[in-house]
């Protein structure tokens, strides 16, 4: 079941291979675990994780099996996708701040959210935002090339950028209020309700207040009074006909396709605030860590720049910049911006001879998966050439999975791998970056999603 491509070229040895985390070889002990879990969740994997197709244990959790065999990945999120659902924990920590959108919501609530927002993702629909990321795209290769000879926060940047992509997507005339003030609100509520709390963890009911959502209230109250003023204002331009087409009105004008039924101004705007939360960290850290992959591989930048200046001037166009595509694929694959999926036996299930209890988790962990030595030659290094189409189809189903599989499969996946591709031809067209002699290690830190723990601060160079 190994995805086996030519790794020779350029020589394997002179790949890039990022520093992360090494595997755990002993168990952890409970209370060095439950740190381990709220510090950064992807140290406490272990060794066999990377070695074995099923891993099943009893932890502080309760029993955890973490299934990284493909057949089986296909059988728990799709086959048997009714018997595995999304878990008390996931729940827990989302559903406070997120309301019942599309990732937290479940049953027949989300099942009729599904049905009613996929027009909205399909891809005709999404290629009509590409006008929109191609001016995010190019006002911020602007600024990058006024920062040419300076030092950029990148992972800054980078959130900053996707943000303006969502406000162009969702509300084309923009925030009432600064975009930057939304963003920092976004940042804050996330690292608020980040951290795994332990009393999530046990099972300890939702009346005990939990410090982190405590944080994080202030931020969610300003999220929701900016939306509720947004759509107010959208309505009114509707009753007009002046609406533009974007998501804020395709989501107010969506029917459920079985009953012609719309969403409700509540469940409108807890879909606007899970497509802010899932949509602009996740793509933001592909971008950060494929920027950071590129400046340590110059055979790589080179290539990508090949690919971008022969496309010439203007916006560009996804299809045409193969290697783009596969340099984010490939970054998404060592750092991939969810690390795992989880979920709950309804009932008692078994993968051969071992037993899933009902009620206990199963995990499909991207960053396990990605790594595993079954399942990818050479599994460190940085070699975006799996990803070409030539190559693709040696990639075996159900081993890259950055956005889940199934029913539950990102909604937004074509979205974010379209703006990606096209930030990116806009971040290279206009400097290329060196990472300081200086700059901390750059190791990930697992907070909901995957980013740089120190962050990150490159030198910019600029490309005339
Ligand atoms: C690189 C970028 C992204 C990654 C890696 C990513 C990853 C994922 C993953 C892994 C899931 C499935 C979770 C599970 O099965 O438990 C998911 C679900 C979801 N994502 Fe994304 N996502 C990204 C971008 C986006 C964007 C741009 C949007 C919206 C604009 C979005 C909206 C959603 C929603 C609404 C769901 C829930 C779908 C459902 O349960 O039906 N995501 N995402």
Not at 165 to 191: C, K, M, N, Y
Request: charged share 25%.
């Amino acid at each position: 079941m190994s995805a086996t491509i030519d790794l020779s070229e350029p020589k394997a040895a002179a790949r890039f291979r990022p520093t992360v985390p090494p595997p755990l070889t002993e168990p952890l002990g409970l209370f060095a675990f439950l740190r381990a879990a709220r510090k950064n969740p992807i140290t406490t994997w272990m060794d066999a994780h990377f070695k074995l197709p099923v891993v099943a244990a009893e932890g502080a959790m309760g029993r955890i099996t973490l299934v990284s065999d493909p057949a089986l990945i296909r059988s728990v999120l799709i086959e048997k996708a009714e018997n595995y659902r999304k878990d008390d924990l996931q729940r827990r920590v989302l559903a406070p701040g997120l309301g019942n959108g599309l990732l937290s919501a479940e049953g027949d609530e989300w099942r009729l959210q599904r049905r009613t927002l996929a027009p909205i993702f399909n891809a005709r629909t999404v290629q009509g935002f590409s006008d929109a990321m191609n001016a995010a795209g190019a006002r911020l290769g602007r600024r990058l090339a006024r920062r040419a000879g300076k030092q950029v926060d990148v992972a800054l940047e980078m959130t900053r950028v996707t943000l303006d992509v969502l406000e162009r997507t969702i509300f084309t005339h923009g925030l009432p209020s600064d975009p930057d003030a939304l963003g920092r609100a976004i940042t804050r509520f996330l690292e608020a309700v980040g951290p795994i709390d332990p009393l999530d963890v046990f099972g300890v009911p939702d009346f005990v207040p939990r410090i982190g959502r405590l944080r994080a209230r202030p931020a969610g109250r300003f999220f929701a009074e900016v939306v509720d003023e947004l759509i107010a204002r959208r309505k009114a331009l509707m009753a007009q006909g002046e609406a533009p087409r974007d998501l804020l009105t395709l989501l107010l004008a969506a029917q459920d396709p079985e009953t012609g039924t719309g969403l409700s101004d509540l469940a409108v705007k807890a879909n606007i605030v899970t497509f802010i939360a899932a949509g602009h960290e996740t793509t933001a850290n592909s971008l950060t860590w494929t920027l950071y992959c590129l400046s340590q591989d110059p055979a790589a930048q080179a290539r990508l720049e090949a690919e971008i200046d022969a496309a010439g001037p203007g916006g560009f166009a996804v299809e045409r910049l193969p290697y783009t595509r596969a340099v984010i694929e490939e970054a998404m694959r060592l750092f991939p911006p969810v690390p795992f999926l989880s979920r709950q036996a309804v009932r008692d299930d078994r993968f051969g001879r071992i037993k899933v209890p009902r009620g206990s988790l199963v995990m499909v962990a991207p960053w396990v998966l990605h790594r595993h030595q079954l399942l990818w030659d050479d599994p460190e290094a940085f070699v975006p050439e799996r990803f070409l189409p030539e190559n693709r189809d040696s990639i075996a189903r159900f081993t890259y999975l950055p956005f889940g599989a199934g029913p539950r499969v990102c909604i937004g996946q074509s979205f974010s791998v379209q703006e990606a591709v096209i930030l990116l031809a806009h971040i290279v067209r206009a400097v290329r970056f060196h990472l300081p002699a200086d700059h901390p290690p750059v190791t990930p830190l697992h907070r909901v999603t995957l980013r740089p723990e120190h962050g990150l601060r490159m030198e910019a160079e600029g490309r005339a």
